[in-house]
């Protein structure tokens, strides 16, 4: 399937190839970089080295009105099937240092949550044992307040360092991003996480791994494995669970083409094979129809909806 054009690559492939500490693919499957494992093609894939390569895309995006996306793991995002115009970009490099000093931890943004959480945890500091489990990296952590087994980022981040759209770099506070429920200020801006600086607690090391090893078997558990989904696609609305709701109006088991709702869990979609992205918004459009009606409740999607299936959502809503 042909990538979709932002119509700017003549101009752009020279300017990318000229920034140091970028590497460039073009016309990148995106169904190789989501656990949906669906996706067309991007036209510009990006794996970003620093902070000064990161400063120097964001410029050519604002100068061309390039079509822009960050991505982390990939295990909350659903690719369109005719792929994306612009470019995706995943941070990398310098973006994956951690450091422990006391305390304070410092960790780059392009970590996943679990590999800092357990490496703090064998140093003997507990606070990230709850979250690692969750399927996402520090900056995309830190980018949603994620959330898991009553413990949000927000409790234990002291201070993240953001690169805004037009290339300045500044640091804010956990207060200063308003966090909420599975959100952020950040959220509808261009703004990029690429730092984030935890205080955690002193504890014992072989308990709090220990700790995170069941959590971890706890959450599976509740899961399907073995089947490429993108964990919830819902969040749990005020005081319920998205997962009840679905389950309440009989949806479990439902399918569209190659994608499912989970017969385990109610707030989950699994690409059983060849999925496309129609099929699983299908899905959640009737998820989202079935318990508006019978439950009065508008479930949001927790899942990133990229390019168009964004704007398909939207006018379903209208």
Known sequence: MATESSGV?????????????????RDEPLAK?????????VEWYLEVE???ALAAVLALVVEHETPFQILGLGSNILFPDAGLPGIVARLSGDFRRLEIAGTTVTAG???SLA???????????????????FPSTVGGAVYMNAGCYGTEIRDVLASAALLDPDGTGRRVTAEELEPGYRETNLQGTSTIVTEAVFELAVGE???????IDELNRRRWQSLPSGVANAGSIFKNPPGDYAGRLVDECALKGRASGGARISPRHGNVIVNEGGAKALDVLALMLEMRRSVRERF???????VILAGRLAEIWRADAA
């Open 109 to 111: 943004a392009a970590l």
């Open 33 to 41: 970089h989501c656990t949906f494992q669906i996706g067309g093609a």
């Open 205 to 211: 090391a072989a308990a709090a791994v220990a700790r």
């Open 296 to 302: 009065g409740i508008e479930l949001v999607p927790e």
């Open 115 to 133: 590999q800092v959480a357990r490496r703090t945890a064998q140093a003997g500091l507990v606070g990230l044992e709850a979250l690692s489990g």
């Open 9 to 25: 690559a003549p101009v752009l492939a020279p300017k990318l190839a000229a920034i140091a500490g970028l590497v460039v693919c």
């Open 50 to 52: 620093g902070t000064a």
